[in-house]
């Protein structure tokens, strides 16, 4: 009996660990752009490979966009410290809330734009600490362009 147990845990326990695993992509939010079918703040998945780049917003694609049209790839963050949870946890207890007033927190964006002939546009979106990189790496792979670090650029008025 222990073996007959043993020999399906086997069998389920790798199947059920690779069920939720689609179509590897990038899961990123949608911070604005010219994408008519997306909100702020929207969750999207982004899967590049070297004949396009797509925007799916659940199983619907939202945009599907050539590498070769691409025209910038760009890079930003927003760091900010975290003064709301620190307020919240001096409530309970003010050492606390005190060092985490001194933590921060980083949000990385990536901005994509694209001119196929008339027919432009661009988007930003918001990565995962742990996928920025990736996205970087595969949108500068498939267009062909350095990824431009819009925190180092100045605005002139």
Not at 110 to 130: E, H, I, R, S
Request: net charge positive; glycine share 12%; proline share 2%.
């Amino acid at each position: 009996m222990k073996s007959v147990v043993a020999v399906i845990l086997c069998l389920i326990i790798p199947t059920a660990m690779f069920a939720g695993t689609s179509q590897p992509g990038f899961k990123v939010k949608y911070d604005g752009g010219s994408l008519q079918d997306a909100k702020a703040g929207a969750d999207l998945s982004l899967f590049v490979d070297s004949n396009s780049v797509r925007i799916m917003k659940g199983t619907t694609e939202i945009a599907n966009i050539l590498p070769s049209t691409i025209t910038e790839v760009s890079y930003g963050q927003d760091v900010h410290r975290r003064v709301g949870a620190a307020i919240g946890l001096a409530v309970i207890s003010l050492g606390i809330g005190a060092l985490m007033v001194l933590t921060k927190s980083k949000k990385h964006f990536v901005g994509l734009t694209w001119a196929d002939g008339d027919k432009k546009g661009g988007f930003a979106m918001q990565c995962d600490k742990n996928d920025y990189r990736g996205v970087l790496a595969a949108l500068e792979g498939v267009s062909g362009k350095k990824a431009v670090n819009s925190d180092a650029m100045t605005v002139k008025n």
